[in-house]
């Protein structure tokens, strides 16, 4: 069996070669195909040239796995034996580091890189791995420390009568208390700049997807703060991001759905906001809940948007008269290898009485998250657009 992050590196390599005369000017996507195709067969001084053509006009290109694997195939070719250490040495200066302290205890005991556990460079090498493991560890945690600190101290208490207080623009960190439970439902808000409590802002609330394989609630990461909906939301927008978990999210748990309805409250009870303007959708699982808010429980919202959801609810729940004359705006893309286009347009034509308000979009590629594609942020963009568009004058 091979060691785990060599099976990982050739899963990421591995493809059919391509011959000189079909590509006399190879790709750095070809070349990685080709030392794919030569660690496979175990020609690796094949391959180790490969990797050096593919490295020369910029090694930074390379990922710690690329590197990896050419110091793999370095180390099993006696006479180019100098490169795996360069290139090992390269893979130690890579930041972030996307490998775990699991993943370099593999490379530790990986038998392709016998060659080199014999050398003195390498428990010098193993060492200032795990340092930069540790370090970039520790880093992470200093930074969500800060940044859970720094969220928590823009929070808003809970507004006695109509009055609402100024609120400085940024992250807001919130956890809403779930009813005879010891959870605690964790959400942002996302307060824009020129934010005036004594005008009514529209709400974007944003259920992320991925709920059945997130096992915590992803707060304390920094990174949330670069979702694309916060992008793309209006400018002037309150945005809320409440976070899910397998345990309690959006999917089978109807806690957590009531729990949505909860946190606008207190969003509501907090800031200034336009109930005329105030919209729920997501992403994958969280579009799916959209929708079942759309049909279930429709009332808290304006409008709402889904990308790329199930063709079936939540819930075992059934469409009914979806939205109940709001609009509901559906982007799902005709590749999307999760939910099969098919079975979601059958979904969709199989209630245009029911859902008049009820509006597909259909992208012809961008997959399942297309969201995340160039195109994506500009078609949600105008989603939220038309959604939050003030009222027509009566």
């Not at 799902?332 to 286009?341: E, G, M, N, P, V």
């Not at 199989?350 to 259909?362: D, K, M």
Request: positive net charge; proline residues 9%; charged residues 15%.
């Amino acid at each position: 069996m091979k060691p785990l992050l060599f099976a990982l590196a050739l899963g990421l390599l591995l493809a059919p070669a391509v011959s000189s005369a079909q590509a006399p000017s190879p790709t750095y996507a070809q070349l990685m195909d080709q030392s794919g195709a030569q660690m496979q067969a175990k020609d690796f001084c094949a391959a180790v040239a490969t990797f050096e053509q593919a490295f020369r006009p910029d090694s930074t290109r390379a990922n710690e796995f690329e590197l990896f694997t050419g110091a793999i195939a370095a180390a099993n070719c006696p006479a180019r034996r100098p490169l795996a250490w360069r290139w090992l040495g390269q893979l130690s200066r890579h930041r972030p580091l996307s490998i775990q302290p699991r993943d370099l205890d593999n490379v530790a005991n990986d038998p392709m890189l016998a060659p080199l556990r014999i050398e003195a460079a390498w428990p010098r090498w193993l060492a200032a791995m795990r340092q930069a493991l540790a370090q970039q560890t520790a880093d992470a945690q200093t930074a969500s420390t800060r940044w859970i600190a720094e969220a928590q101290a823009r929070t808003l208490p809970t507004a006695k009568g109509k009055v609402r207080a100024a609120a400085a623009p940024g992250f807001a960190l919130y956890f809403s208390q779930v009813p005879a439970d010891t959870v605690r439902m964790p959400y942002l808000v996302r307060v824009p700049a020129g934010y005036d409590p004594a005008k009514p802002a529209p709400v974007v609330v944003y259920l992320h997807g991925g709920v059945v394989s997130t096992k915590q609630f992803g707060y304390a990461d920094r990174d949330v703060a670069e979702e694309t909906i916060f992008e793309v939301a209006p400018a002037n927008a309150l945005v809320v991001y409440p976070f899910g978990r397998a345990s309690f999210g959006w999917v089978t748990q109807p806690a957590a759905f009531a729990q949505i309805e909860q946190i606008l409250a207190e969003v509501q009870a907090r800031y200034r906001t336009d109930g005329r303007r105030t919209v729920l959708g997501g992403m994958s699982n969280g579009g799916s809940a959209a929708l079942w808010f759309a049909s279930q429980r429709p009332a808290p919202f304006s409008g709402f948007y889904a990308l790329s959801p199930a063709p079936v609810l939540p819930l075992q729940a059934s469409y009914g008269r979806l939205g109940q004359g709001k609009p509901c705006y559906q982007l799902s893309a005709q590749d999307d290898s999760l939910y099969k286009y098919k079975a979601v347009k059958a979904t969709y034509d199989a209630r245009p009485s029911q859902a008049a308000q009820w509006f597909l979009q259909t992208l012809p590629g961008g997959g399942h998250g297309f969201l995340y594609r160039p195109e994506g942020p500009a078609l949600l963009r105008q989603t939220l657009a038309t959604l939050c568009a003030p009222p027509k004058p009566r």
